[in-house]
Antibody, heavy 122, light 108 residues
Framework: EVRLLESGGGLVQPGGSLRLTCEAS????????MNWVRQAPGKGLEWVSS????????NFADSVQGRFTISRDNSKNKLYLQMNSLRVEDTAVYYC???????????????WGQGTLVAVSS | IVLTQSPGTLSLSPGERAILSCRAS???????LAWYQQKPGQAPRLLIY???YRATGIPDRFSGSGSGTNFALTISRLEAEDFAVYYC??????????FGQGTKLELK
């Protein structure tokens, strides 16, 4: 059974940092691109970042470029999102999401974690 | 690529047919358009990919159509469990993989 479990959310002051973790199980983690998607309270979905299976190719939304980094440890089946210089507008539930297929190309997301809440406030 | 969903809210009764629209600001390569359903407190659930293919386990009352810049999600006969928020997403080409702003399907 595919499972994705996020952790690391919490309350942080503006300008602060936080690292989110997504622990994956039930599939060959190292072969899949992985993504982070966020949802501000009462708002829609926003794709945040993606990382290739080997970790050598990363992409970011303009809204987080230069402040967030994405990484993975395939030996531990873990995905990370390091968030620096946090802003009030980064407040959201952060989901990790896996695409339907692991072969080359862009695919929709068929498995999602339950999300972890990040609240940026003074 | 910007995705615009309409209507913002759709009020219908069980048994009725729902048609949700998603328009892209430019043509999507390979009709790379997905639809998701999200209920309160839950993660999104993939319904449709490549504009018209149902994801695993999705009932056949859900169908997707369209190509290029205009897409639709149709729910043929609404059931109580279908009342939720629906998002379209484009995933073609390369990131960013943008989402529409969502359509809330509410009970009339």
């Amino acid at each position: 059974e595919v499972r994705l479990l996020e952790s690391g959310g919490g309350l942080v002051q503006p300008g602060g940092s936080l690292r989110l973790t997504c622990e994956a199980s039930g599939f060959s983690f190292r072969t899949y691109v992985m993504n982070w998607v966020r949802q501000a309270p009462g708002k829609g979905l926003e794709w945040v970042s993606s990382i290739s299976g080997g970790g050598d190719d990363t992409n970011f939304a303009d809204s987080v470029q230069g402040r967030f980094t994405i990484s993975r440890d395939n030996s531990k089946n873990k995905l990370y999102l390091q968030m620096n210089s946090l802003r009030v507008e980064d407040t959201a539930v952060y989901y990790c999401a896996r695409p339907v297929w692991d072969f080359y190309g862009d695919h929709p997301f068929d498995f999602w974690g339950q999300g972890t809440l990040v609240a940026v406030s003074s | 690529i910007v995705l615009t969903q309409s209507p913002g809210t759709l009020s219908l009764s069980p048994g009725e047919r729902a048609i949700l629209s998603c328009r892209a600001s430019q043509s999507l390569s390979d009709d790379s358009l997905a639809w998701y359903q999200q209920k309160p407190g839950q993660a999104p659930r993939l319904l449709i990919y490549a504009a018209s293919y149902r994801a695993t386990g999705i009932p056949d009352r859900f169908s997707g159509s369209g190509s290029g810049t205009n897409f639709a999600l149709t729910i043929s006969r609404l059931e109580a469990e279908d009342f939720a928020v629906y998002y379209c997403q484009q995933y073609g080409g390369s990131p960013p993989y943008t989402f529409g702003q969502g359509t809330k399907l509410e009970l009339k």
